[in-house]
């Protein structure tokens, strides 16, 4: 993938902070990128909906061969993450063994370096760790747009991928 | 629907450094004519299937490219892009050009040339198939991408790692003897739960190869064929596509079933076949995984049930259904835009009775090919008939 740092402008948002994608119609949550058409129901008005955070990991894989601008993080975990709000995102999953993931593991966002880009630039994207504490939560309507919850027991933004 | 299949050719599947994307194309296209007995002249429009010239090779403008080189000027020539379902998809344009009635003759070329770039380079550009500047931003590649499917598929049928690795044991028993074939060895089911890990849980040999490679068709109108008894009387009798959602997160496995059973009983009905009239088969398998979910689109098992036959045998040459006889994509390799193209090539190799030996389904006269592509994003199903 290679974006460059004007077109990251207008990608970046959703990756800086975790929002799902609404529909009108049907109620339905989709992940951020369905922002024309929802999948589920084929209503064409979503909004943004802020999430919490915190979620399950529901598949998982584990890449050893990356694309270019990962490589040297491999091997690496990337999840499907169901979201506490109902919503399945992707994403990659840190601090855990290859070979000892496990399917229904409790993992909550925070933000990391995700990769360099070919302009040197560097890009910063939720990722998931190990949830400290277990019980689901929902984001409270109220809720400001800051948005990525930081595992109090971890070392916060720490820009290693 | 009835298409005449007049000549058919390819090139060896394999890593090609001393041949271009060009040489590549040339080399298919007069096979197919020389097959046809046709010159470039008879040729009254090209389908170029390519999917990544511009990424792999740093060209673009395929299809015009080849009509030059292969001579086909001044016909209209045209690229044709569907990701990894590009060949089938030059296919369907080429029989509903005949089936309109608007051409008498036309070629369908599909090529690819990968080798030039590193696997790494060669990886990130197969990832544009899919969104990666949303979804793959994770980190997400094509093979992580299914192997997401695979490990939803084994949750939710209860099928072990074991179980689906018979399926890459069929698969190389079959490459081993196809001479056009880019990985030619048999392995055991030992042997492919050892191969190296690409993205868990699909290992080596359930991943294809990048290849280099480009095959061709001269289609026609039914009569054409039809006045020349002495040629194999070869027919594409139903073309069906369809669209899926381009994204891994939201491709249940509903969503791969629909892909393929929605074309699929289109192209039944288009043909006045049924599942069980099937001799032969070639299901796009680029991950090993994807085969059983073809077998199941298809019809040829009940959800849940298409990793069984390449165990129980009835998916082998002499089952119920031969199911990738040609070895596959995971032993053919997968030329992006040539795969579509090259699996019709070997189903009417099939139903002409001129498969490799070892490879050929006994008195084989009807055969199906199945061809997808992006995460969950194309479906295309072509049926084939012989007469006589």
Redesign the interface.
């Known amino acids: 993938m290679t974006v460059s740092a004007i077109e990251f402008s207008r990608l970046g948002p959703p990756k800086l902070h975790l929002f799902a994608m609404k529909c009108e119609t049907c109620q339905a949550l989709s992940p951020w990128w369905e922002r024309s058409h929802c999948y589920k129901c084929g209503g064409d008005t979503l909004t943004e909906s802020e999430l919490a955070g915190t979620g399950e990991i529901t598949n998982y894989t584990v890449v050893y061969y990356p694309p270019r601008e990962y490589v040297g993080q491999e091997p690496y975990v990337v999840g499907h993450i169901m979201m506490d709000e109902g919503v399945t995102l992707p994403a990659p999953v840190m601090g855990v063994d290859p070979d000892a993931v496990e399917v229904g593991t409790r993992v909550a966002a925070t933000l990391r370096r995700m990769k360099l880009g070919h302009e040197g630039d560097i890009y910063y994207s939720y990722k998931f760790v190990v949830d400290d504490d277990p019980a689901p939560r929902k984001k409270a309507p109220a809720a400001t747009r800051s948005a990525v919850r930081k595992p109090a027991a971890r070392k916060a933004a720490t820009p290693t991928p | 629907m009835k298409v005449g299949v007049l000549g058919i050719g390819k090139t060896p599947h394999k890593i090609q450094h001393e041949k271009s994307l060009k040489d590549l194309a040339v080399e298919a296209g007069r096979k197919a004519m020389n097959d046809a007995g046709v010159s470039p002249q008879d040729i009254q429009m090209l389908y170029v299937g390519n999917v990544g010239s511009v990424g792999f090779n740093y060209e673009n403008s395929t299809g015009l490219m080849v009509a030059h080189h292969l001579g086909v000027v001044p016909a209209g020539a045209v690229r044709v892009e569907a990701a990894c379902g590009t060949g089938a998809w030059a296919l369907h344009l080429g029989c509903v050009a005949i089936a309109s009635g608007l051409y008498d003759t036309v070629m369908v070329l599909g090529c690819e040339k990968m080798n030039d770039l590193a696997?790494?380079?060669g990886?990130?550009i197969i990832?544009?198939a899919a969104?990666?500047?949303?979804?793959?931003?994770?980190?997400?590649?094509f093979?992580?991408?299914t192997?997401?499917t695979a490990?939803?598929y084994m949750?939710t049928y209860g099928v072990t790692e074991e179980d689906l690795a018979h399926t890459s044991v069929k698969n190389h028993y079959y490459g081993a003897r196809n001479p056009s074939a880019h990985l030619r060895f048999e392995c055991t089911v030992e042997e492919v739960m050892k191969s190296?890990?690409?993205?868990?849980?699909?290992k080596l040999y359930e991943v294809c190869p990048m290849t280099d490679a480009a095959s061709a068709l001269v289609l026609c109108r039914p009569e054409i064929l039809e006045s020349q008894p002495n040629r194999p009387q070869v027919f594409v009798t139903a073309t069906s596509m369809a669209s899926g959602?381009w994204?891994?997160?939201?491709d249940t496995l509903d969503d791969g079933y629909n892909l393929f059973a929605g074309p699929a009983a289109r192209a039944y009905e288009m043909a006045g076949v049924t599942a069980s009239d099937i001799d032969v088969a070639e299901i796009y398998n680029s991950f090993a995984i994807q085969e059983p979910l073809g077998i199941e689109g298809l019809g040829f098992a009940k959800r849940g049930d298409g990793w069984k036959g390449a165990k129980d045998g009835s998916t082998w040459l002499d089952g119920k259904v031969a199911v990738n006889p040609s070895g596959g994509l995971l032993c053919k390799g997968h030329p992006l835009g040539a795969t579509g193209a090259t699996q019709a090539v070997d189903v009417i190799e099939q139903l002409r009775g001129v498969a490799p030996e070892g490879t050929q389904r006994k008195d084989a006269a009807i055969g199906i090919s199945a061809c997808r592509g992006g995460p969950g994003s194309v479906g295309a199903i072509h049926i084939y008939q012989r007469e006589g």
Do not use: M, W
């Open positions: 696997t790494v380079e990886t990130s990832a544009q969104d990666s500047k949303e979804e793959y931003f994770s980190g997400l590649t093979p992580s991408g192997a997401l490990r939803k949750q190296a890990k690409v993205a868990d849980p699909l959602t994204y891994q997160a939201t």
